[in-house]
């Protein structure tokens, strides 16, 4: 596989103007079985518009991830993803200590520990120094983001078998 690392810079104003409609994105995380299921998912217990407003600028993190070789089931794209995933959630949660900030992180499985989360017994996350929330689960476009701003179109599978590349989006805030 090969990874094409892609990165951004904005105002927290300018993005959130730009790439944010909590309304829509709330649906589309309602439709999720993860939704109130997962630490890093809706319904958050505290006020995610006054997190994300505190800070100014915007860090964007991205990578491109395109499979060599045929093409792969969609089965198989968490498989080919962890690796780089648990690569740029390392760099995400370091930028977070050196910026100051919050970071948001990725959507679907959490890589830290095993099914069930702990969420939906009503205890703790086990890994609250590793999970952080979506772009998508505060409102965010990643689509519009991975585009405008990081330059790279988003793919998606069809029939069953992956794109010709994925991408992860991930930001932090500070």
Sequence with gaps: MSVER???EVSVQDYVAGFRDVARFEQCCRQC???GHRHGCPPFDYDTTASIMRYSRVRLLGAKV??????QPL???YDLMAPVLLEMNSQLLQLE???GGMACGFVGKCPYCSEPCARIDGKPCRHPDKVRPSLEALGFDVSKTASQLLGVEMQ???DGMMPDYLVLVCAVFY
């Design 6 to 8: 892609l990165e951004a």
């Design 33 to 35: 079985p993860n939704y």
């Design 156 to 158: 998606w599978g069809r």
């Design 75 to 77: 089965s198989a794209a």
């Design 66 to 71: 395109t499979p060599q070789g045929d093409r």
């Design 97 to 99: 200590r050196e910026l």
